[in-house]
């Protein structure tokens, strides 16, 4: 009984795991941007989109968890 009640709140949830997905390759692909774009300002755009591929996991994690959190707020 109590895994149809909790299908039926995940059915009604605006929230999707297409929307944490799309908001996890969004920030990272974002900060793998942003990386290679200083990195190719100093002269080294590999470096800067390495350093923007391991900066951009964990604030994508971060900004799922404060969309998903918000939701759950309101």
């Known amino acids: 009984m109590l895994p149809a009640l909790m299908n039926a709140a995940a059915a009604s949830s605006p929230h999707s795991l297409a929307t944490a997905s799309g908001l996890l390759l969004g920030t990272v692909g974002a900060a ?21 591929a391991v900066v951009g996991i964990p604030l994508s994690v971060l900004v799922v968890y404060l969309v998903y959190s918000r939701q759950e707020a309101t």
Request: aromatic share 10%.
């Open 32 to 52: 793998m941007l942003v990386g290679a774009l200083i990195g190719w300002a100093l002269g080294a755009w590999a470096i800067g989109l390495l350093v923007g």
